[in-house]
Structure formats: C-alpha cells, structure tokens
C-alpha cells in the first residue's frame, strides 16, 4: 500500500525513469546506505555525522512562494516571503525532474501534526540517504490513517546537487526553498542543510493552520506531574530547547506545536538541537538522547577517537543532532497536552539591561511576541563587534507566510480564553553587556522557570521597570535578589542607562511596521 502511493505521488510530479527507489527504509538501513555513499561517518557514540559544506544554516534570503490568484493577497511579501511566477516553478520543477534520471532517490511516507483533528500526511523525497533519515527522526512516522487519508498532504522534495538558474527559474541563487501551496510542492535545491526541510513543513503548516483556528507556535513544550503545561518562545540560542528538556517534566515537543481548542500538540516527532557547547552535566536529556540513530550536523569529531568536540565551530556555531523524541525519558508519546498555564517568552539580551524575570500583562504579551526580540553576540559573525539586536516576529518570521498579526491575534484569544499567565525571561547577560557582564547563570534561569509554571510569582511583590515598563518580581526562590533588577548589577549605572534608551528605541523602531487597531499594545512597550 505504501509502495503504490508513493509511486503515485513521483508520477504525479514527473518524477518518472528514476534509479533506485528506496522506500521507508529503516534507520539502520539509512545509516548503511548513507555510509557505502559516503555521506557522512558514525560518530564514537552511534550518530551519523555529515557536513553541510557552504550551507551551515537556513538560506532565507533564497526562499520563494509561488503567487497565485488565489494566495497572493494572503502572504507577507517582502524580505521573508519572495514571490516567484508559476511559470518560473513549473521550469524550476521539470528541470529537478530532469536531474533526477537514472539517479537513486529515497522516499519517506510521515505526518506533521500530532493531532488527529489536524495532522497533515506529507512525503519527503530526498537525493541523499541521510537527509531521509533526518526526516524520518525528525517528523512524525506515518499510520494506516495517514496513508489513506482523505486530508491534502504535502510533498517535500530535497535534491542538493540540482542548483536552480537564476535566468531560467527567476531565483536569486543556485539555492532554491519553493513552496506551492496550490501544488501542494516544496522544492529543496542547491543545498545540503537538512533543516530547510523541516522549516519548509513549518511554513506550510504556519499557512494552512490558522484558517481551521489553530495557532501555529515557534515554540518548545512540556507538561508536569499534575497535567500543567508550559511554552517556551524563543529564537535560536535562547534555551527554547534545553529549558523544556527538564528531568522534573515530561516533553511534549522541542521546537513546532500548535494551539487548539483541543489543547497543545507537537507538529514533529523529534528534537533539532543545538550543540555548540553541549553540557552533560546541564543538557543530560539531550545529550544522552544523541546515539545511533541520531544525526548529527557539522558537529567536529576527533579524526581518531571519532568523539564529539562540542566546543568546536570551526565549521559553524550552528552544529545541531537530530533525534526521535522517544530517545528522551518521560516525553509525552502522543504529542498531545492540554491546554497551557503559561507562557515564557524568552530573549537572550547581550545587552544586559532587560530584567531576568518580568510578568507580562496580556498587552505586554503581544508587544514582545510580535517584536520576538533577542541578539547578535559580538564576534559569532563577520563584521558583528557590538551586540545587535535582533527582531523576529512572533519569535519566528522567517517561517510566517501570513502577516505577524494574524498569529498576534490568535496568541491574544488563547491567552484570554484560558486565563493564561505570560512572563518575560532574559536568559543572556547581567552585570553588563556581552564582554563586560556575565551570561546568567542557567541554574537561576531553571529556578525562575519553575516559579514562573508552579506560580510561586503569584503573589510576589512587584516594581515596574522605568524604561521598559516591565512588573519585575522582587524575590524569586533559588535567585539572588540583587540579580532581579539589572541596573543594580552594574558597576556604572550611566552606561547602564545609556544602553537600556539604546535598547528601547530600537524597540520602538522595529514596532513601527505594525497596525494594530487600537494603542493599548503598542503603548505596553518600552517608555
């Protein structure tokens, strides 16, 4: 039954006088082709590791949308979303087509969504082996129900060594991410990092979801002992995933979830995580998670020993493992949890002037989702040599197809429906900005978290915060009281000053691209 309707589907997108098709192969028959293909290599501990050449991140400045009658008044044009002409797809699609004549290909039948009510079938198609096996760890494996499903799916179609042509496709690269949302189409072409294929899914969903009243989230959640959940916001490097990764609670998902009437559901069935310093004794989950089957991603391995060097970015800061999520003890098998107590959004803030704990008012809530604020590090890239800020909407805009407001209106509907309690955790620097402070101290960062989900901060006094306008708790358990109010952390309180007004006038400037009806949101900003 698999066989046939994957070769329904190839023929469907002229994928026909192909080499050999590798149906669901398991991931031990993934790593073994992957291996005789040289790949990649097995890891001392069992991943597989590959390296992603030019390629060691998203490419967001390469990533088009087909425009359409019916779907071009729908999409948030501009630096996110390029439009491309149906024409430029269609050449684009039988050019690949083309390419992959006579060539192997791996075909991977999988879902998104944990959610009966809304999960979507969707088939990976890759040229690589270890691109299959990154999506089968990383999605949801597919039923009997998916296979028959009367519900659209959708195609991901990862072909690394076809390179699009600017002149022939309209692209801007020979790196192309294309999403047909009529054909129902991702083309992945041009490069080799995996996680464009799972962002491509992330992006689909964030379109179709919230016309069925779903709030897609760009977050990490977990649940404790007595059925609470929480959601982590945030961008990369912030803690979204080790944060959630806690011993003491039980993971729903790391990274993509939606928001139902139904409650919380994970969009995946694995964890992406970052590891550029991964700590055994901090991350245990995570790094204990990485074995065979795990994939790891322009992780260094010692060239005899084959160990991992995690504190290596000569190939990048951005090296990642991809594993099933069921190689974490106590995660909620069905993906499903019900519906959040709370809501942290966090920023890590080299500046070092946002408090590390603020509860949020609902306006406050929406202020900082849609500014999705965190920062450039000073020396992580080219040219970087003061922190940056950086403004992502809804702490997720490269992946938002709709306008930000869209998303901001769901979050506020959800937050009121179920009396939702919203803080604001920064987990990057105290004492100073980056090179002068120190980042706060993970432990602190763990203990804020458990008082923000147990609401130990209920009842806790509060002052608010003169520049940002922030309730900040006066004690919290487990943290000093003079780490609560940042100024106080500094040595030179004129420069703190300083930095906080150069902080929130480029709140205020990222805020200016949004119409909102009313003032009440952009008034619970920065003063």
């Given at each position: 039954?698999?066989?046939?309707?994957?070769?329904?589907?190839?023929?469907?997108?002229?994928?026909?006088?192909?080499?050999?098709?590798?149906?669901?192969l398991?991931p031990?028959?993934?790593?073994?082709?992957?291996?005789?293909?040289?790949?990649?290599?097995?890891?001392?501990?069992?991943?597989?590791?590959?390296?992603?050449?030019?390629?060691?991140?998203?490419?967001?400045?390469?990533?088009?949308?087909?425009?359409?009658?019916?779907?071009?008044?729908?999409?948030?044009?501009?630096?996110?979303?390029?439009?491309?002409?149906?024409?430029?797809?269609?050449?684009?699609?039988?050019?690949?087509?083309?390419?992959?004549?006579?060539?192997?290909?791996?075909?991977?039948?999988?879902?998104?969504?944990?959610?009966?009510?809304?999960?979507?079938?969707?088939?990976?198609?890759?040229?690589?082996?270890?691109?299959?096996?990154?999506?089968?760890?990383?999605?949801?494996?597919?039923?009997?129900?998916?296979?028959?499903?009367?519900?659209?799916?959708?195609?991901?179609?990862?072909?690394?060594?076809?390179?699009?042509?600017?002149?022939?496709?309209?692209?801007?690269?020979?790196?192309?991410?294309?999403?047909?949302?009529?054909?129902?189409?991702?083309?992945?072409a041009?490069?080799?990092?995996?996680?464009?294929?799972?962002?491509?899914?992330?992006?689909?969903?964030?379109?179709?979801?919230?016309?069925?009243?779903?709030?897609?989230?760009?977050?990490?959640?977990?649940?404790?002992?007595?059925?609470?959940?929480?959601?982590?916001?945030?961008?990369?490097?912030?803690?979204?995933?080790?944060?959630?990764?806690?011993?003491?609670?039980?993971?729903?998902?790391?990274?993509?979830?939606?928001?139902?009437?139904?409650?919380?559901?994970?969009?995946?069935?694995?964890?992406?995580?970052?590891?550029i310093?991964?700590?055994?004794?901090?991350?245990?989950?995570?790094?204990?998670?990485?074995?065979?089957?795990?994939?790891?991603?322009?992780?260094?391995?010692?060239?005899?020993?084959?160990?991992?060097?995690?504190?290596d970015?000569?190939?990048?800061e951005?090296?990642?493992?991809?594993?099933?999520?069921?190689?974490?003890n106590?995660?909620?098998?069905?993906?499903?949890?019900?519906q959040?107590?709370?809501?942290?959004?966090?920023?890590?803030?080299?500046?070092?002037?946002?408090?590390?704990?603020?509860?949020?008012?609902?306006?406050?809530?929406?202020?900082?989702?849609?500014?999705?604020?965190?920062?450039?590090?000073?020396?992580?890239?080219?040219?970087?040599?003061?922190?940056?800020?950086?403004?992502?909407?809804?702490?997720?805009?490269?992946?938002?197809?709709?306008?930000p407001?869209e998303?901001?209106?769901?979050?506020?509907?959800?937050?009121?429906?179920?009396?939702?309690?919203?803080?604001?955790?920064?987990?990057?620097?105290?004492?100073?900005?980056?090179?002068?402070?120190?980042?706060?101290?993970?432990?602190?960062?763990?203990?804020?978290?458990?008082?923000?989900?147990?609401?130990?901060?209920?009842?806790?006094?509060?002052?608010?915060?003169?520049?940002?306008?922030?309730?900040?708790?006066?004690?919290?358990?487990?943290?000093?009281?003079?780490?609560?109010?940042?100024?106080?952390?500094?040595?030179n309180?004129?420069?703190?000053?300083?930095?906080?007004?150069?902080?929130?006038?480029?709140?205020?400037?990222?805020?200016?691209?949004?119409?909102?009806?009313?003032?009440?949101?952009?008034?619970?900003?920065?003063?």
């Open positions: 039954m698999t066989i046939m309707m994957s070769r329904k589907a190839l023929e469907e997108y002229g994928l026909v006088n192909l080499g050999n098709i590798n149906w669901n398991s031990a028959a993934l790593v073994e082709h992957a291996i005789a293909r040289k790949e990649g290599i097995l890891a001392a501990n069992g991943a597989f590791a590959a390296t992603t050449g030019a390629h060691t991140g998203r490419s967001p400045k390469d990533k088009f949308i087909v425009s359409n009658e019916e779907y071009a008044a729908k999409i948030w044009w501009g630096d996110i979303n390029h439009p491309m002409s149906p024409e430029n797809f269609e050449n684009a699609r039988q050019n690949l087509a083309a390419y992959l004549q006579g060539r192997d290909v791996y075909v991977l039948d999988a879902a998104a969504g944990a959610d009966p009510d809304y999960r979507m079938p969707i088939q990976v198609i890759t040229e690589y082996a270890w691109h299959n096996l990154f999506a089968r760890q990383l999605f949801l494996r597919a039923n009997e129900g998916d296979l028959s499903s009367e519900r659209p799916g959708f195609t991901v179609l990862c072909v690394p060594n076809f390179h699009t042509d600017p002149r022939t496709h309209g692209t801007r690269s020979e790196t192309s991410i294309i999403i047909d949302f009529e054909e129902r189409l991702a083309l992945i041009g490069t080799q990092y995996a996680g464009e294929m799972k962002k491509a899914v992330f992006t689909v969903l964030n379109f179709l979801l919230p016309a069925e009243g779903v709030l897609p989230m760009h977050c990490s959640a977990n649940v404790g002992l007595d059925g609470d959940v929480a959601l982590f916001f945030g961008l990369s490097g912030t803690g979204k995933t080790s944060l959630s990764a806690d011993p003491e609670r039980r993971l729903i998902g790391d990274d993509e979830h939606g928001w139902s009437d139904n409650g919380v559901f994970n969009f995946e069935g694995g964890c992406y995580a970052k590891c310093n991964l700590s055994q004794k901090y991350e245990p989950q995570i790094w204990n998670a990485i074995r065979f089957g795990a994939v790891y991603e322009n992780v260094v391995l010692n060239p005899h020993t084959r160990e991992p060097d995690y504190a970015d000569s190939l990048t951005n090296t990642r493992a991809a594993y099933p999520i069921d190689f974490i106590d995660v909620i098998e069905s993906g499903h949890g019900g959040p107590t709370a809501v942290i959004f966090l920023s890590a803030d080299s500046f070092g002037v946002l408090p590390p704990i603020s509860l949020l008012t609902t306006e406050q809530a929406m202020y900082y989702f849609l500014s999705g604020y965190t920062s450039k590090l000073a020396g992580t890239e080219k040219g970087v040599t003061t922190p940056e800020a950086t403004f992502s909407s809804c702490f997720g805009a490269p992946f938002l197809p709709l306008r407001g998303y901001a209106n769901l979050l506020r509907e959800r937050i009121e429906q179920h009396n939702v309690r919203c803080y604001l955790l920064n987990t990057g620097w105290t004492g100073g900005p980056y090179g002068v402070g120190s980042r706060i101290n993970i432990n602190y960062t763990r203990a804020m978290v458990r008082a923000t989900i147990s609401g130990a901060l209920d009842n806790v006094e509060t002052i608010t915060d003169p520049v940002f306008g922030l309730h900040v708790p006066t004690s919290c358990p487990d943290v000093p009281g003079e780490l609560l109010i940042p100024r106080n952390t500094w040595a309180k004129d420069d703190f000053d300083r930095m906080a007004a150069d902080l929130a006038g480029r709140f205020k400037k990222n805020f200016k691209q949004f119409e909102l009806p009313g003032d009440d949101v952009r008034n619970a900003g920065p003063r």
